[in-house]
């Protein structure tokens, strides 16, 4: 004859407590939004990671580099080598990413290079998937603690969102998170820069200039990155 045995209840109350909080917990996280801001799995970004390894494998990254790291403008920043010659500039951005993803990836395209300063660029795509400024500050406040517990030797530079024909709309909350992550960075001005790319950007008329975009409306040209190159070099480590 079969034999049953059966949980005492308090342990069968204790076990569906735990399983309704959960749920409620993922709900809570689907209305407020917070799933358009947490991290895709990294097998979205294998592509982009065995690019990388081949890189490496085919040239020795520069030891103590100046790693630029993020998004599309980053990664389409393709110039690097010839705006900071005698710099050991690494190019490890990857496009559609958000501050999640430089997250989630921090060890594998970051870490361990052992960069002696980092150059940022994330923000946008967050903002243009529904994250709060509030929210793209607490991201970076993330991505600057892992920096601080796993580099406490390398600096930090972020650059500011930019504004964009694309998503001119959307550019007074990248200006708030913008200022919401200046106002600390200044307060810690030895391992922490933040640099304006995005005021030079502008026309007189106070929009983006057309001649900096791509038909996109939202990558730029090489005339973009010329204004680029020449807010980030005065910062670039020694």
Do not use: C
């Amino acid at each position: 004859m079969q034999q049953f045995s059966f949980l005492p209840f308090s342990m069968l109350t204790s076990h569906y407590m735990r399983i309704g909080f959960t749920l409620l917990l993922l709900s809570w996280l689907a209305l407020s939004g917070y799933a358009q801001t947490t991290a895709p799995p990294a097998a979205q970004w294998t592509t982009e990671l065995r690019a990388f390894a081949r890189q490496d494998s085919l040239k020795k990254p520069p030891i103590a580099s100046i790693l630029f790291y993020g998004s599309s403008s980053i990664r389409m920043w393709e110039t690097l080598d010839t705006d900071f010659p005698n710099q050991p500039v690494l190019n490890r951005g990857f496009g559609g990413s958000r501050f999640p993803d430089a997250i989630q990836l921090f060890d594998q395209l970051v870490l361990r290079y052992r960069p002696r300063q980092v150059v940022i660029y994330e923000g946008d795509n967050d903002i243009a998937a529904g994250a709060t400024p509030q929210e793209v500050y607490a991201s970076f406040r993330t991505f600057e603690k892992l920096m601080r517990r796993k580099l406490p030797k390398s600096q930090l530079v972020f650059l500011a969102i930019k504004p964009s024909l694309a998503r001119w709309e959307l550019y007074p909350k990248m200006q708030e998170a913008n200022n919401l992550i200046r106002q600390y960075m200044e307060k810690r001005p030895k391992r922490l820069r933040f640099v304006d790319v995005g005021t030079p950007m502008l026309g007189p008329d106070g929009k983006p200039r057309l001649e900096l975009f791509l038909e996109d409306g939202l990558h730029m040209t090489r005339a973009g990155y010329e204004i680029w190159t020449e807010a980030v070099r005065p910062v670039l480590a020694k």
